[in-house]
């Protein structure tokens, strides 16, 4: 195993890895032929269903399914007291399939049902009786906390799921030095994935006992590993396929109950059961993004430079609990490491409420705290009478710092993106201050980020493992259980594996992740596919060429050192008409005594570490920057906000395919603008009331800027396979930030809670202080 080595090498030897070449997948998709975990089609597939409380808060006296069991077509009708009874919750088990003595939100499953037809599994639904005693409900984390709140969880006094206190330096004397202190409030809510393909499973059960299982996850090893804790199987037990996933943003992470029902009817049944959300069923029971309130407090010298800061976090933790601990953890110490600061302080409460459970969704807690802090810097620079692109460039982390959590920062291209970014949008200058009348006034704003790329807190491990097999014709297959949710991570490892082995990108395919054939990968989420899964490939493909080298060398009576692959063909360096094709050598590597084909083994773990019980450490082997700019138009009388650019630098180390990462910028800012400006997710009295898209707004194509500028900084990172880093998340987390700094430009109303509604602004524009002119860009 490789544990870290630094990776970047001279430039590549197929000229794959930069260029933007089309994803391997493309052509399935968009002819309809790609299988979805909903297209699965196997013979006498159950269809199921799942009955959900209607009460927020409620103790279960009696479910009686006597009258569901006889409908005509009914396999299985099961409740709690069907189910092995334990608990499930990647850091905390405290969620049961099915709901066990209470249900704690509206939208916690009680039953589930698997019919022969989908009316039949319907009908069962409805004849299932249940008698409810409802329970006091808190729908508040604030008033959750408080004494005498309704508890939900006996073993969790005061409803705290998980807090956590982290102080570093001396935060009393940074803030005696300041100069200006802004102190705010800020809150932000809870926010739908909106991934074109609901989640969806099939599972059939197998003669021996085994479990098949399709589903749209987004981590089939560690899905594996959890669904065999609680359903009390060996994991060996379920074999776990992923099919094309359309779309996953953290919400297919399953950590809620749809999988664990769906194998819990195939295991009554002894027989194949599909089970696929309905959009409903998402907005009220998948894991939106967690709601957070923030107390924000942060001095400043006269120069700028950030003394002090503290913060108290509140992040609502829903019903149940599974990453949102480590989810608030990030919320509370990532950002930190944006800027130089040495003297901080955090408390972070995780609040159990009467609501959806919270869970993961794109940027994992990061996008919540650089809301805050990103305004905030705005606020201090109009306090210092100074440029807030000026202000972030005083305090920005560079290559080669060491953050005040520890962070080792091999790469950094902060300053770059920042700098390029005010060059595109023209800030130096070039956008003129905002006027003090007309109706329609315009502003731009500036905000940053930064994000992990993997992160050490499975385990002590971080890794990922592939082989990549050369056959007998030359075409190459890369085996990696990373997997694919739509990010194109299958196009990257056939780069990587082109460029590392010499072979033409198109002599390579990539496979499924399958936890019975492919090599163990934790799967997509931290923004860690590339960057360790790729890594992971890179090492199995330099394996794979060492092998096809020592042939050919053995056939020239030559040194391995003085061969080389290029386009794959394998020559001499200094006589290149002695030569064979990668094919040649791979039939000589089998056919010869003691053979065997060319299959390269590789596997890479991160030069990160476990953070201590301080959270100091250096949790990810290479750290993503990014900065955002956005130029608004505000109409003061109705308080509408119209986003008429967007530019967007992201550092990503080296682009494997720029064509990708542009388009995962693009995508993150459209998504970042949804969580800005209209996306929310809308609860009274724990009941969701825009369960579907007609009344849950996602950016429509007349919402969205006319310019979306994707900038690519590529400061080369010395562990990244090529010199790559993590992407996907980071791009989301400075949108709504530049969004609300953009828009105090413009009118000088500053909005501290999301989203940045036009009832909002309309409100704040009409307080005293909103009449002040904001502070010009220059």
Not at 7 to 36: C, I, L
Not at 63 to 90: F, Q, Y
Not at 180 to 202: D, K, N
Not at 399 to 421: F, I, K, N, P, Q
Request: include cysteine; hydrophobic fraction near 40%; charge should be negative.
């Amino acid at each position: 195993m490789s544990t870290g080595a630094r990776t970047v090498t001279a430039p590549g030897r197929s000229g794959v890895v930069g260029a933007r070449v089309p994803r391997v997948d493309g052509k399935e998709k968009v002819t309809g032929e790609a299988a979805y975990a909903a297209d699965i089609a196997l013979p006498r597939v159950l269809v199921g269903k799942v009955l959900r409380s209607p009460y927020p808060h409620a103790r279960l006296l009696r479910v009686d399914t006597s009258k569901a069991r006889r409908v005509p077509g009914v396999k299985a009708v099961i409740t709690a007291e069907d189910t092995p009874k334990i608990p499930h919750g990647l850091f905390v088990k405290d969620t049961y399939p099915l709901a066990l003595e209470r249900v704690r939100y509206v939208g916690d499953e009680v039953a589930a049902v698997a019919a022969a037809i989908e009316e039949a599994a319907s009908e069962a639904l409805e004849l299932i009786e249940v008698e409810y005693e409802e329970l006091p409900a808190v729908f508040d984390p604030l008033e959750a906390m408080a004494p005498g709140a309704p508890q939900l969880h006996a073993d969790r006094p005061g409803n705290i799921a998980y807090q956590l206190s982290v102080e570093r330096g001396d935060v009393e004397a940074g803030f005696r030095q300041a100069a200006h202190v802004i102190e705010e409030r800020f809150t932000t809510h809870a926010t739908y994935h909106a991934y074109l393909e609901p989640i969806a499973s099939v599972v059939s059960y197998g003669h021996t006992g085994k479990l098949t299982v399709w589903a749209s996850a987004q981590e089939p090893f560690m899905t594996q590993a959890e669904l065999a804790e609680a359903l009390h199987l060996p994991p060996s037990d379920i074999h776990f396929i992923q099919p094309h996933v359309g779309g996953a943003f953290g919400g297919k992470t399953m950590d809620d109950n749809h999988l664990y029902i769906s194998c819990l009817l195939a295991l009554k049944t002894r027989a194949a059961v599909k089970l696929v959300n309905t959009r409903e069923d998402e907005f009220v029971a998948s894991r939106p993004r967690v709601p957070t309130v923030i107390d924000l407090k942060v001095g400043f010298a006269g120069d700028g430079a950030i003394v002090a800061k503290e913060a108290r976090v509140v992040s609502d933790n829903g019903a149940y609990t599974s990453r949102t601990p480590v989810i608030m953890r990030t919320t509370c110490i990532r950002a930190d490491s944006l800027y130089r600061l040495q003297n901080l302080r955090t408390h972070g409460y995780l609040v159990y409420t009467n609501k959806i459970p919270t869970g993961s969704m794109r940027g994992f807690g990061n996008p919540q705290m650089h809301f805050a802090l990103e305004s905030v810097m705005d606020m201090a620079a109009r306090e210092l009478g100074m440029d807030p692109l000026a202000l972030r460039l005083r305090n920005a982390t560079q290559a080669g710092d060491v953050t005040v959590h520890g962070w080792r920062v091999a790469s950094c291209g902060l300053s770059e993106c920042l700098e390029r970014t005010a060059a595109e949008v023209g800030w130096r200058g070039a956008r003129p201050a905002p006027g003090a009348s007309g109706t329609k006034r315009r502003g731009v704003g500036l905000a940053c980020a930064t994000h992990v790329s993997g992160r050490r807190h499975f385990g002590n491990y971080d890794g990922s493992s592939a082989l990549v097999k050369v056959n007998e014709d030359g075409r190459v297959v890369v085996l990696s259980g990373e997997g694919d949710v739509g990010q194109g991570s299958r196009t990257i490892f056939a780069q990587i594996a082109a460029e590392e082995l010499g072979v033409p990108y198109e002599d390579v395919d990539v496979t499924m992740a399958d936890t019975e054939s492919t090599p163990f990968g934790m799967g997509s989420h931290a923004s860690k596919v590339t960057f360790v899964g790729g890594n992971a490939v890179r090492v199995a493909a330099a394996d794979a060429r060492r092998q096809l080298l020592e042939i050919t060398a053995r056939l020239f009576e030559a040194r391995a050192e003085d061969l080389a692959i290029q386009d794959g063909r394998i020559f001499h360096r200094e006589l290149p008409q002695r030569a064979l094709t990668v094919a040649e050598a791979a039939k000589a590597h089998i056919y010869r005594q003691g053979g065997e084909p060319v299959i390269g083994k590789g596997a890479w773990d991160p030069p990160s570490e476990l953070h201590d019980k301080t959270f100091y450490g250096n949790i990810s082997g290479a750290y993503p920057f990014g900065a955002c700019a956005a130029e608004v138009e505000v109409d003061v009388e109705s308080g509408e906000v119209k986003v008429l650019r967007i530019v967007s630098a992201a550092d990503v180390g080296r682009a494997i395919n720029p064509m990708l990462a542009e388009g995962q910028i693009e995508g993150g800012v459209i998504q970042g603008l949804g969580y800005a400006l209209c996306e929310e997710i809308r609860n009274e009295e724990g009941r969701v009331l825009n369960p579907n898209f007609s009344d849950y707004r996602i950016m429509a194509c007349e919402d969205i800027p006319v310019e979306v500028k994707a900038i690519l900084v590529e400061p080369v990172d010395p562990y990244g396979p090529f010199g790559a880093k993590g992407l996907g998340e980071l791009v989301v987390a400075p949108v709504a930030p530049a969004v609300a700094n953009a828009v105090a430009h413009a009118v000088g109303a500053r909005i501290t809670s999301l989203p940045i509604t036009a009832e909002k602004l309309f409100t704040a524009l009409r307080r005293p202080q909103a009449s002040r002119p904001a502070t010009p860009n220059r």
